[in-house]
């Protein structure tokens, strides 16, 4: 899909020196997040602040990743084009609308109604056909279409739900931030029916909703 727009040159900017700067060089992310109107994704006050290094507010108390961090967490992924991806916690839809541009398939839940919404309508005005959303609690996955190549989680729940893991094809891999007070970005990888976890860095998200309370 292709984008242009007044905030072309911005987006360039953005992608040289928060994405390639800090060593992502996965041509694909690249060339979607320079593509991709972020500004559209938040509200217009903020449109100024939409490419800067940071994340944003969006409705419901939740917010809209810095662009680094959707950049090294769709990375990780290491997705292909044939890829089936599994995305809890749609929020706006930005990180939908990125991996939707690389993969194959995407499966978003988000479990605010408001958010699902709103995010449904501003990514059927970009005419994708691979994303298919769902109101819900992303804690317990989409069974209904699993595996999935990849999992990427937006929330953080206290610890790893093993739901999730459940429904990754072998060798597949997962990235999701863990933690209460203090939070991990955590790489999960699939292999010959073993769990594989790797910490790759400090992060700030806000909570998972709808988790057990046992959780």
Not at 30 to 53: C, N, Q, T
Not at 131 to 151: R, T
Request: aromatic share 6%.
């Amino acid at each position: 899909m292709s984008f242009v727009d007044k905030h072309t040159i911005v987006r360039q900017e953005m992608v040289q020196s928060q994405i390639m700067n800090r060593n992502i060089r996965n041509p694909e992310i690249l060339s979607v997040m320079g593509k991709i109107p972020r500004h559209l994704f938040v509200e217009p006050e903020l449109w100024k602040s939409a490419y800067k290094d940071k994340p944003l507010p969006i409705e419901e108390g939740q917010t809209i990743s810095q662009p680094y961090m959707v950049a090294l967490m769709t990375d990780l992924l290491e997705l292909d084009n044939n890829a089936k991806v599994l995305e809890i916690g749609t929020g706006c839809g930005y990180q939908t609308a990125v991996l939707a541009e690389i993969a194959k398939e995407v499966y978003s839940i988000e479990i605010l109604e408001r958010l699902a919404d709103k995010a449904k309508t501003l990514l059927q005005t970009f005419n994708y056909k691979n994303i298919h959303l769902k109101k819900g609690n992303g804690y317990y996955g989409w069974i209904e279409h699993s595996p999935y190549d990849a999992v990427i989680v937006t929330a953080a729940p206290k610890s790893i739900p093993h739901r999730l893991t459940q429904q990754l094809v072998d060798g597949g891999r997962m990235v999701i931030p863990v933690g209460s007070d203090h939070q991990e970005l955590v790489l999960i990888e699939k292999l010959s029916g073993k769990i594989k976890s790797s910490r790759i860095t400090s992060v700030s998200f806000v909570p998972m909703t709808g988790t057990p309370k046992s959780e």
